[in-house]
């Protein structure tokens, strides 16, 4: 079992930041690798950024250059650094993890319970 508890969310006005924390406890040396998704009302969950281990990333198109995922292994925590925030980046944001021996952007097997992320124009 792995937990997965998630910080950092708030409101904030358009171009604005937020830093996104996931911590991860429990069975932590079975994680391969762990990601931020989102989900507004009314749409699906959706990936946002997700990071391996060793440090691989993989970004929606949407946030390309404007978030950024990173992984401290020592403190089994991963960030998202949101930069140039837009009132569409508004949703719930699930930390996620999958488990290794799984494709490498497999699905999560875990999830948080997740943080509001709201954007104001």
């Known amino acids: 079992q792995v937990q997965l508890v998630e910080s950092g969310g708030g409101l904030v006005q358009a171009g604005g930041s937020l830093r996104l924390s996931c911590a991860a406890s429990?069975?932590?040396?079975?994680?391969?690798?762990m990601g931020w998704y989102r989900q507004a009302p009314g749409k699906q969950r959706e990936l946002v950024a997700a990071?391996?281990?060793?440090?691989?990333?993989n970004y929606a198109d949407s946030v390309k250059g404007r978030f950024t995922a990173s992984r401290d292994n020592a403190k089994n925590t991963v960030y998202l650094q949101m930069n140039s925030l837009k009132p569409e980046d508004t949703a719930v944001y699930y930390c996620?993890?999958?488990?290794?021996?799984?494709?490498?952007?497999?699905?999560?097997?875990?999830w948080g319970q997740g943080t509001q992320v709201t954007v104001s124009s």
């Open positions: 996620g993890c999958n488990l290794k021996g799984s494709y490498t952007w497999a699905p999560p097997n875990y």
């Open positions: 990071i391996t281990i060793g440090g691989s990333t």
């Open positions: 429990g069975s932590i040396f079975s994680i391969n690798a």
